[in-house]
C-alpha cells in the first residue's frame, strides 16, 4: 500500500473519489484564503477605532448586505442553475475584492472599515453558498458524512495562514498586496470550479417522491418551505449565529482592552486565530468521522450549543467570584478558541449533511435559506443588541450574557429537534410515492376465516392433512390453497406439524406462507420456531411469511441471537473468498453473501417498525446512488452500530479484504484466510444453494478420513449435487484406488447407488444445462446459483430435418433453447429469422399464453430444450430474480425494437 493509499484510508477517501476530493479541497483552500485576507484586513482597520461601538455597527450593516446577497444568490440559482450560477459568484466575488481593495487605497475612515468588514461578510457567505452548493449535489448523505470535514479542511491552512499575516501586516499599504493575492486565490479557484464541472454534472436533480405527512404549517411554509427539518435548522442558526457572533465581539474587545497597543492586539489576535484554525484543520481531517460515530449524530450536533452553555455557565462563576481581569481575557480566548473549533471542525459538517436526504433542489434553497437569511439575521440580531447595552457599561456584559445563554438553550432545544426531523426526512427519501394498498389477499383474512367456520361444518385431521398434501401437486395446489386459507386457525394443528415432520422443502416454504395469511400468535410462533432451524432455506422462508407480523418485543431476542448468527457466517463466507482464487466459487460466494443480506433485513424487521426497515431494503437494491445513501443512512441511525457496519460492509463495494478486516475488527476474530470448502461440504444443501454445494464439491479433495461426507451428497434428490458427489468418488477413486476400495467395502450399497446413477445420467450434466442457460442472453445476469433451479424442469427434445416445432397460430406455453442445429422462425413462406445454438426462441410464452405469432420449423437435425409455463411458474415463485431478468431483457428488446421503428422527422 502506497502513502497516498494509506492517508486516503485514514481519511476514509475512496480510490475512485481522491481526484474529486483533491479538487475540492483545492477549492477551499484557495477560497479560503482570500476571504481569510480580507477579513484580516477589515479587522486591521476595525481594530484601530472604537471596536466597542464599530463592531456592533458593522455586524448589523454586513447582516443586511448578506441577507439581500443570499436573495440574489436564491434568485439567480433557481433561474441559472446551480453550474452557471457558481461561475458567476466566483466572478463577483472578483470585483468586490477590487472594490474593497480601492476602498483600503483611499479610505481611512470608520465607514470605509465597516464597509470592508460588510464586504468581507459577503464574501465569505457567497463563496460559502457557491461551495457547499457545488459539493451538496456532488456527494450523497454518506459521502458527505466521510467527505465534508476532509473537503471542508481546505480552507483551515489558508485561514491560519491569514492569521499569521495579521501577525505581520500593520500597515494600510501593505493590506493591498493582501487583496491582490486575494484576487489571484479567486481567480484560482474559479480555474478549479470548472475542472470539477467537467468530471461531474452540476446540476440539481430530484426525483420524484410522496408528499410528506407531517409538513410544516401552511401560514409558515412561505418562508421555510414544507419540511421541518429545515425550520428548525433555520431557527437553531438564527440562535447560534447570534451567540458565536457575542462571544467574537467580546473576545476582541477583551483583547483590546488588555493590549491598548495596536502591533500587540494584532499579535495576539493573531496568534489565537492561527492556533484555532490548525486546531480545526487537526479535527476536522482525523477526528470528525470517529467522532460521529463514537458520540453519535444527535450528540454531535449538540456539541456546540451545549459547549457554548458549559462555557457561558463558567463565566457565571468567574463573575461570582470575582475573577482578575487576566483570568476574563483567558476565559475568553479559551472560549473563542473552542467554540471556532467546533463550529469549523464538527457543527458546519454536520449541519450541511442534515440537509443532505432533502430532494436536490430543495437541499440548496434550504442551504441558501439558513446561510443567506437567518444566519446573517442571528449576526444582526446580535450586533443590535451589542450596540443597544454599549450604552450602559456597567451591565453590558452581564446582559449581553444573559441574552446569549437564552439563545443557546434555545439552539439546543431546536437541534434535538431537528435530527428527528432528519430521520423522518430520511424516511421519506426513501419511501414509495404511491402507498401499497392495503386490500387484496390479507385484507380477507379475517372473513376468509369467519365465512369458513360459520356454518359449524369444521374438516377432520386427515381431510385437512390431505389438503396439504394437494399443496404438492400444482393442479390442485390453488384450490387447497384457497380452503386452507377460509380454515384459518383450524388448520393450524396440522399445518404446524407438517413444519415439524415433512422432508419436502418446497411443501414447507408453502406451508410457511400460508402461516403467514393467517395472523394468529399460533401461526406466528410456529414461523418464529422454524426461523431458529439450521437449514437457511427454511429461515427464509419463515423470515418472508413474517413480514404479515408486528415485531413481538418478547422474541427480540431470538431474533438478536439470528442477526448474530448471520454476521459470524458473512465473515466465514468472506474469508472464503479471500482464500480460493477459483473464479465460479468466489462468485458462487457472493451469491450466498447476498442471501445472508437478505436475511439479516428480513430479522431486522422482526426487531425494529417494519415500514421504516423495508424502506430501507429497496433503497439499498435501488440503482439511484442518492437513495441507497438515504437508506444506509437511516439504518446507521436506527439499528446498533455493530449490526449496522456488518451490513455496511456487505453492501459497499470495496476489495473482500477491506470487508475481513471490518468483520475481523466488528467479531473480534482472527483474521486469517480459511478454506471455505469443507465447511460447505459438511453443511450441504441446508446452508447453501446447489450450485455453490456443487463448485465446493469440484474444488473439494477429500482424504480417506473425509470422503464419508460425500456420500450424503450421493443420496440427495438434487441432480446437480448428485452429479457433483459422483464426480469427487471417480477423482478420488483414480487419486488413491486402495482407499477406494476400502470405501466400497465399509459401504457396499454404494456400488449399486453408482451404477444406477451412471446408467441414467444423461448425456449432458447438469452442469453443462446450467452453462447452456447462462450463454443465452435471456439469462445471461441471473447468476448461476438460480439458473441451477431452472435445470430440473428443463426437458431435453429432438426435432428432424424439416420437423415443425410448432405452428402459427398454435397456443405458446413453453420457451426454447437450442443446444444443437438450427431453427428457422417462419410466416407462410417468409423466413423471419433463424435460430442457431445458445438461441432461444418463444420466451414471451412463459409469461402469457397466447397463439404463436410464426412458425417454427427445424432446419437440419436439432437438440432443445424445452421450459414449459406452468414449471416455470413454480420457479418464479421461489425465485424472483429469474421474473426480473426476463423483465429487464424483455424490456430492452422492446425498446430497441421502438428505436428502429422511430421515424426521422422530414425537415
Known amino acids: 500500500m502506497t502513502l497516498l493509499e494509506r492517508w486516503q484510508q485514514l481519511l476514509g477517501i475512496r480510490p475512485d473519489e481522491g481526484r474529486t476530493v483533491g479538487l475540492f479541497f483545492l477549492h477551499n483552500f484557495l477560497l479560503g484564503i482570500g476571504t481569510i485576507l480580507v477579513y484580516v484586513s477589515a479587522n486591521v482597520i476595525l481594530l484601530e ?34 453550474q452557471r450560477v457558481a461561475v458567476r459568484v466566483l466572478l463577483a466575488v472578483v470585483m468586490l475584492t477590487g472594490v474593497l481593495g480601492v476602498l483600503v487605497a483611499v479610505g481611512h475612515s470608520v465607514a470605509a472599515a465597516v464597509v470592508i468588514m460588510a464586504g468581507y461578510r459577503v464574501i465569505y457567505l457567497l463563496t460559502n453558498l457557491e461551495f457547499w452548493g457545488v459539493s451538496a449535489v456532488v456527494f450523497d448523505v454518506r459521502q458527505s458524512r466521510r467527505l465534508f470535514s476532509v473537503i471542508s479542511s481546505g480552507d483551515m491552512p489558508a485561514k491560519a495562514l491569514g492569521a499569521v499575516l495579521a501577525i505581520l501586516i500593520h500597515h494600510h499599504t501593505e ?16 480555474l478549479v470550479l470548472q475542472a470539477t464541472g467537467r468530471l461531474h454534472v452540476v446540476e440539481a436533480r430530484s426525483a420524484a417522491r410522496a408528499q410528506r405527512t407531517e409538513a410544516v404549517t401552511p401560514g409558515l411554509q412561505r418562508w421555510f418551505g414544507s419540511s421541518r427539518l429545515v425550520l428548525a435548522m433555520c431557527l437553531s442558526m438564527l440562535a447560534i449565529a447570534a451567540v458565536t457572533t457575542g462571544i467574537e465581539y467580546s473576545f476582541f474587545v477583551n483583547v483590546k482592552h488588555r493590549f491598548h497597543d495596536q ?8 496568534g489565537v486565530l492561527a492556533l484555532t484554525y490548525l486546531l480545526a484543520l487537526v479535527f476536522k481531517l482525523l477526528l470528525t468521522s470517529q467522532t ?6 444527535r450528540g454531535t450536533l449538540l456539541a456546540l450549543p451545549g459547549t457554548v452553555l458549559v462555557g457561558l455557565g463558567l463565566y457565571g462563576v468567574l463573575h461570582l467570584t470575582g475573577g ?17 473549533v467546533l463550529r469549523r471542525a464538527v457543527f458546519d459538517p454536520v449541519f450541511l449533511i442534515l440537509f443532505q436526504p432533502l430532494p436536490a433542489t430543495e437541499r440548496l434553497q434550504a442551504h441558501t435559506l439558513a446561510k443567506g437569511v437567518y444566519e446573517p439575521l442571528g449576526m444582526g440580531l446580535a450586533g443590535v443588541l451589542l450596540f443597544a447595552f454599549h450604552a450602559q457599561p456597567a451591565l453590558s456584559q452581564v446582559l449581553t450574557f444573559g441574552w446569549m445563554t437564552l439563545l443557546a438553550l434555545a439552539a439546543l432545544a431546536l437541534l434535538y429537534r431537528a435530527y428527528g426531523h432528519y430521520l423522518a426526512e430520511l424516511q421519506h427519501a426513501v419511501s414509495r410515492r404511491f402507498a401499497p394498498s392495503e386490500e387484496g389477499f390479507f385484507a380477507s383474512n ?9 356454518n359449524g361444518t369444521v374438516p377432520d385431521s386427515a381431510t385437512i392433512q390431505a389438503l396439504i398434501m394437494a399443496l404438492t401437486d400444482k393442479n390442485t395446489r390453488a384450490a387447497a390453497t384457497d380452503q386452507l386459507v377460509q380454515l384459518g386457525e383450524a388448520a393450524l394443528p396440522e399445518l404446524t406439524e407438517t413444519l415439524h415432520t415433512s422432508t419436502d422443502e418446497a411443501l414447507i416454504r ?5 402461516l403467514g395469511h393467517v395472523r394468529r400468535p399460533a401461526s406466528r410462533q410456529a414461523l418464529v420456531e422454524l426461523a431458529r432451524q439450521p437449514n437457511l432455506f427454511r429461515r427464509e422462508a419463515a423470515l418472508r411469511a413474517l413480514r404479515s407480523f408486528e415485531p413481538v418485543i418478547a422474541d427480540a431476542p431470538i431474533f438478536q441471537g439470528l442477526v448474530q448468527q448471520e454476521l459470524r457466517l458473512a465473515h466465514q463466507l468472506l474469508l472464503g473468498q479471500l482464500s480460493t482464487a477459483n473464479g465460479p466459487l468466489q462468485s458462487s460466494l457472493d451469491y450466498e453473501l447476498l442471501r445472508v443480506q437478505q436475511r439479516l433485513f428480513g430479522l431486522l424487521l422482526q426487531l425494529y417498525p417494519p415500514q421504516i426497515i423495508a424502506d430501507a431494503q429497496r433503497g439499498v437494491a435501488h440503482a439511484a446512488r442518492e437513495r441507497q445513501a438515504n437508506a444506509l443512512e437511516m439504518l446507521d441511525n436506527l439499528i446498533p452500530r455493530p449490526v449496522y457496519q456488518g451490513l455496511q460492509a456487505l453492501l459497499d463495494v470495496v476489495p473482500v479484504a477491506e470487508k475481513v478486516r471490518r468483520f475481523n475488527a466488528l467479531l473480534s476474530a482472527n483474521g486469517a484466510a480459511m478454506s471455505i470448502v469443507p465447511g460447505i461440504v459438511e453443511r450441504g444443501e441446508v446452508a447453501y444453494t446447489d450450485w455453490t454445494v456443487s463448485m465446493a464439491l469440484s474444488q473439494w479433495h477429500p482424504t480417506p478420513y473425509t470422503v464419508g461426507q460425500a456420500l450424503p451428497h450421493l443420496h440427495s434428490t438434487n441432480l446437480l449435487i448428485q452429479q ?10 483414480h487419486a488413491a484406488p486402495e482407499d477406494y476400495q476400502h470405501l466400497l467395502e465399509a459401504h457396499p450399497h454404494l456400488v449399486s447407488l453408482l451404477m444406477s446413477h451412471h446408467a441414467t445420467t444423461s448425456r449432458i450434466s447438469a452442469t453443462e444445462l446450467v452453462a447452456l442457460l447462462k450463454n443465452t442472453a435471456l439469462f445471461s445476469e441471473t447468476p448461476e446459483n438460480v439458473l441451477s433451479s431452472i435445470v430440473p424442469i428443463m426437458k431435453e427434445v429432438t426435432f428432424r430435418e424439416g420437423e415443425q416445432i410448432f405452428a402459427k397460430g398454435d397456443l405458446g406455453t413453453s420457451l426454447f433453447i437450442v443446444q444443437e442445429g438450427e431453427v428457422n422462425i417462419l410466416s407462410g413462406t417468409q423466413q423471419l429469422a433463424t435460430f442457431r445454438p445458445g438461441d432461444f426462441f418463444g420466451e414471451l410464452a412463459l409469461l402469457d399464453a397466447e397463439p404463436r405469432s410464426a412458425s417454427a420449423v427445424a432446419h437440419g437435425s436439432v437438440v432443445a430444450f424445452r421450459l414449459d409455463q406452468e414449471d416455470f411458474y413454480d420457479v418464479m415463485e421461489e425465485r424472483g430474480e429469474v421474473l426480473r431478468n426476463i423483465m429487464r431483457v424483455l424490456c430492452q428488446r422492446l425498446r430497441r425494437q421502438n428505436e428502429k421503428m422511430q421515424v426521422p422527422e422530414v425537415k
Open 292 to 297: 460521529l460515530d463514537r458520540v453519535g449524530f
Open 446 to 454: 379475517g372473513t376468509g376465516v369467519a365465512s369458513g367456520l360459520a
Open 175 to 190: 493590506l493591498l498586496w493582501l487583496l491582490l493575492t486575494a484576487f489571484a486565490a479567486y481567480i484560482c479557484a474559479l
Open 49 to 82: 477605532n472604537n471596536p466597542e461601538r464599530n463592531l456592533p455597527l458593522a455586524y448589523g450593516v454586513a447582516a443586511l448586505l448578506m441577507i439581500a446577497s443570499g436573495k440574489i444568490y436564491a434568485h439567480f440559482e433557481h433561474h441559472l442553475g446551480l
Open 724 to 733: 457433483s458427489a459422483v464426480a469427487v468418488l471417480d477423482r478420488f477413486a
Open 263 to 270: 502591533s500587540v492586539v494584532m499579535r495576539y489576535v493573531g
Open 510 to 514: 408453502r406451508v410457511a406462507q400460508l
Open 324 to 340: 482578575a481581569e487576566e483570568n476574563l481575557m483567558l476565559y475568553f480566548c479559551g472560549l473563542f478558541l473552542a467554540l471556532e
